[in-house]
């Protein structure tokens, strides 16, 4: 049985419409204390009920569990995903 699984997605946004959530530097104190599902993309969330349903544990997704923008972290974490 599988404990955890990993997510990648394209993030760009269509029409001009605003950049779908992400962490930050500014966002990540709050982003750590929990993310509600409504501000996750539709993505996230179809994945979160995937993993649900499956019995699996934890879902990582890239553009909440790095830090966008900051090549360290992404460093650090990408070395992490394998």
């Not at 530097?25 to 982003?31: A, N, Q, W, Y």
């Not at 909440?64 to 460093?75: A, G, N, P, R, S």
């Amino acid at each position: 049985q599988l404990s955890c699984a990993a997510l990648s997605y394209c993030r760009r946004s269509k029409g001009g419409a605003a950049y779908p959530i992400r962490t930050t530097r500014d966002s990540l104190d709050t982003h750590v204390a929990g993310i509600r599902a409504n501000r996750m993309t539709c993505v996230v969330r179809d994945a979160v009920e995937v993993c649900q349903a499956l019995s699996i544990r934890y879902l990582w997704a890239d553009a909440l569990y790095i830090i966008q923008k900051d090549h360290q972290d992404w460093t650090r974490e990408s070395e992490r995903m394998g």
